[in-house]
């Protein structure tokens, strides 16, 4: 296979400290430096300088030009390796030129640091601003430094989430942001996320007497997204505002106040950055989702957890958090997301494959028995439809609680058909549950307090209660009924804290029968994983619950918290269901289980990259063209290794008994991307292998033991 190899100056890999290096002790036994090694999975091979001692040979991307033989390709691997992450733009590119003179440009960021995972950056949301065409006037990052402390004149209520100031409740930050008089026209630019409020001055007002006197508001969350209330930086964003209207004839310089748009619930602006700048900023995003092949499978389903199409069909029951600022969803504590999915009724065999991270617990269900005919969960984007009284009821992370005199009020609409209905209400503290048909008064149905006799103060009575809605829909035609949810013992403060409501069909169904069929735990020795490292594709068989009791192929997939006391649950991307292979064209490690020289990542490989390019094959390549490094970004991206592999047009796989229960499988090295799969028919259902294939000569080989056993062998890319 012909390879190159840039790797021959000597620069050092990046790492915190000289013992965070590559660890020579922990690369395969038979890597050989120098000599081509097969990556984990088999797609490729590299040959490496010296990663056995400490020689640290790597090549700092930075707009280096490689030459190649002249020839036609099939595509392009290159081992990479990041630290302490990557490009801070995802959008710079890698080209391709071939001898026509054209070129194909490839999207080359972010590349995940070296403890990270592969994946960290699939089916991510990203925004880059380019600001090369700004003249900068004033900037600064909210971080609590000495160069945001010389803007600010005044605050209170302001808190630092790792280096970030947030101001929550009553509080607020004021800057005084001077501008040189003669400046008449500008931008501000303030990148803020959660619920903000963002107002202007050009002459001094006192946020002490008032957060609103003497000032225009320039933008109110909650106005600019209709209601919804941000609390997982979804809309963490660059928000720009022309100034023009206060600079001219004025004294320069203005005052911005940031404050809470929620001041109930305690989620306010989060700021990252401020400026003010002349011209016109640059933004581009995108989601980063790799490529898909499908080509061998019959797709059901395949969405991003972002919020939009074509998710909201499947999202059955929602408990959980985001869309966030990358756009997915993760399930915190006691929440969880429940999708469902109505299969083709000849459906016996589907996978569903997700792209999650931290501590999952992943469970099936085959058909609820339960109609349902509303579901509500608080600060969700379906509780603004059915709430008509918030009655000073504050608003928590997906909770929503009503001490002393507060009350919430919610209104269903019912189909006209419905005589009988329950509500099933997740609720906790010492709660008061009225009902009302239409507009008639309320009659309480629920009374914890004096139900139990317990004046909780813990929550621990936190669960379903059901209240039969069915004398309610008597001559009440427009089968309206209302909700009101208040506190029980207004003298104390510990009333309703809510969580979830579902109007039904009848009492004590629709849970579902979930069973446990994945637990990161299990997988990665028990440990409580809170960065992310383990994100990735998992893959689960949905046979179970597609069995011959399930005629209608109703699968329900429930994710949930590992660890429910720390927060860190499962973070969902993207899902897809299927019948059939599909290949998610992604970054994979070119090593498993590679380790620094402390041993670090504990319980993960060392994350030495394997990317690949699609090289246009009826093209001569003659260039390869590394992005330019930004001044503005101090990480660095290092290219360990290139391999450009030759287009390929005819694969065999020979069998060889090699031994009496030995059989030798062998197929071209020119051969990449492909794998082995095995079945015991022809007509059996294949699955890959688990043995590695090794590199000799020009050919993969798998050596496989015999066992007695019929088995059957096929290549697939």
């Known amino acids: 296979m012909p390879s190159s190899n840039p790797a021959a100056r000597h620069c050092p890999i990046p790492s915190r400290d000289d013992r965070e290096r590559i660890d020579g002790n922990t690369l395969p036994s038979a890597h050989v430096d120098g000599v081509p090694s097969a990556t984990v999975d088999g797609r490729t091979t590299f040959k490496f300088a010296p990663l056995r001692s400490s020689s640290r040979d790597a090549v700092t991307v930075n707009g280096q030009v490689l030459t190649v033989p002249a020839a036609a390709y099939g595509s392009l691997d290159l081992a990479l390796l990041s630290a302490p992450g990557s490009y801070a733009n995802p959008f710079n590119v890698l080209e391709l030129r071939y001898s026509d003179g054209s070129i194909d440009q490839r999207r080359w960021g972010p590349v995940p640091g070296w403890v990270a995972s592969p994946t960290a950056f ?10 090369s065409g700004v003249q900068t006037l004033a900037a600064f ?4 430094g000495a160069e945001e402390a010389g803007y600010i004149l005044q605050q209170r209520g302001n808190g630092n989430a790792n280096g970030v100031r947030f101001v929550d409740g009553t509080g607020y930050v004021l800057y005084d942001i001077p501008i040189d008089s003669s400046i008449t026209e500008a931008t501000l630019g303030v990148t803020v996320g959660n619920n903000f409020v963002i107002s202007v001055a050009t002459t001094f007002a006192n946020p002490e007497i008032s957060l609103t006197e003497g000032y225009t508001v320039l933008a109110n969350s909650m106005e600019l997204y209709g209601g919804f209330e941000h609390m997982a930086l979804g809309n963490l964003r660059l928000y720009e505002f ?16 940031l404050t809470d748009a929620t001041p109930a619930n305690g989620w306010g602006p989060y700021i990252q950055n401020v400026s003010v700048y002349t011209g016109e900023n640059i933004i581009f995003s995108d989601t980063l989702a790799p490529a898909l092949d499908t080509s061998k499978a019959t797709v059901h389903a395949e969405f991003l957890t972002n919020g939009e199409q074509p998710e909201a069909p499947y999202l059955y029951d929602n408990s959980a958090y985001g869309p966030s600022n990358r756009r997915h969803r993760f399930a915190d504590a006691g929440g969880s997301l429940t999708y469902r999915f109505d299969l083709p009724d000849d459906v016996s065999d589907a996978q569903l494959t997700v792209d999650m991270a931290n501590n999952f617990v992943v469970s099936l269900s085959g058909p609820i028995d339960q109609q349902r005919y509303a579901l509500m969960t608080p600060g969700s984007p379906e509780e603004a439809s059915y709430l008509v009284d918030a009655g000073n009821s504050s608003l928590g992370g997906n909770f929503r609680f009503a001490d002393g005199t507060a009350y919430m009020i919610y209104e269903f609409d019912l189909p006209d058909e419905v005589t009988s209905a329950v509500a099933q209400i997740t609720v906790g503290n010492q709660f008061l549950i009225g009902v009302a048909a239409g507009s008639e008064a309320f009659v309480t149905e629920r009374d914890y307090v004096l139900e139990s006799g317990i004046e909780i103060r813990d929550n621990s009575n936190l669960d379903v209660y059901e209240v039969d809605l069915s004398s309610y829909l008597v001559a009440n035609p427009s089968k309206i009924i209302r909700l009101r949810l208040s506190d029980g013992q207004p003298a104390d403060g510990w009333g309703p804290y809510l969580t979830r409501i579902a109007i039904v069909a009848q009492a004590g169904s629709g849970q579902g029968s979930f069973q446990t069929v994945l637990r990161s735990s299990d997988l990665f020795g028990g440990l409580d994983i809170h960065n992310e490292i383990n ?12 069995a011959a009791n399930n005629p209608g192929k109703e699968v329900f997939v429930k994710f949930t918290d590992g660890s429910t006391g720390d927060g860190w649950g499962p973070g969902v991307f993207w899902i897809a269901v299927h019948s059939g292979p599909i290949e998610i064209q992604s970054d994979r490690q070119v090593f498993a289980d590679l380790k620094a020289l402390n041993g670090d990542p504990q319980g993960f490989g060392l994350n030495l990259l394997q990317r690949r390019y699609p090289v246009d ?6 260039q390869i063209s590394l992005p330019t490094q930004s001044p503005l970004e101090t990480s660095q991206t290092y290219l360990l290794a290139a391999t450009l592999n030759p287009a390929v047009t005819d694969v065999r796989l020979s069998a060889e008994l090699t031994a009496s229960d030995t059989l030798r499988l062998s197929w071209p090295a020119s051969a990449t991307g492909y794998f082995l799969e095995s079945g015991a028919s022809l007509a059996d259902d294949w699955s890959r292998t688990t043995e590695i294939p090794t590199l000799e000569g020009d050919q993969y080989v798998v050596t496989i033991p015999t066992s007695g056993n019929q088995r059957f062998f096929r290549l697939r890319d």
Do not use: C, M, R
């Open 535 to 546: 994100k990735g594709y998992y893959t689960i068989n949905l046979s179970s619950v597609l």
């Open 617 to 622: 094959p009826t093209k001569t390549l003659e």
């Open 242 to 257: 022309d100034l023009q209207p206060f600079l001219a004839g004025g004294p320069g310089g203005i005052y911005l106040l």
């Open 122 to 131: 699939d089916h991510s949301y990203f925004s880059y601003t380019d600001n």
């Open 141 to 144: 990052d909210a971080n609590w």
